[in-house]
């Protein structure tokens, strides 16, 4: 019986395939980096998640916006905020000088992959912070169960 070896590999083929691992790599984080997608929305106001107490809370700062000009909607596993800022030039102003707070609309969509109790969910809107609580509900995923193992009879 005859053994043969495979050849080594040449050294340049083995720093191509790391070289394009770690370009995967970083092109993976990346994608981890970027914000969520706008949806169409003409800007974007942060967003902050935690979770303390039990319960799941969300910040948006939404400066100069009334309760009337937002919406917080939760529909299959994912919170949709969205809102409209309204441009508000004073009395007898022909144009400005200089415009740096953002108009117009947004929308902001975070996944929720945690179980939550969205009946009892609650939003208050106060010095143009919006902030969502949202009560966590106990995870059943690492419950064990055990399953009886019965034996056959055999004859």
Known sequence: MTVTKKPPRP???DLSLLRREINQLFERLSGMDRPDPTGGGEWVPGIDVFECHGKLTIV???PGMQPESLRVVHRDGAMEITGERREKRPPGALGYL???RPQGRFSRTLTLDLPVDISQAEARLSGGVL???IPRLKDRRGREIVIPITREQTS
């Open 60 to 62: 948006v700062e939404v």
């Open 98 to 100: 200089c415009l740096e």
């Open 11 to 13: 050294p340049q083929t």
């Open 131 to 133: 902030t969502i609580t």
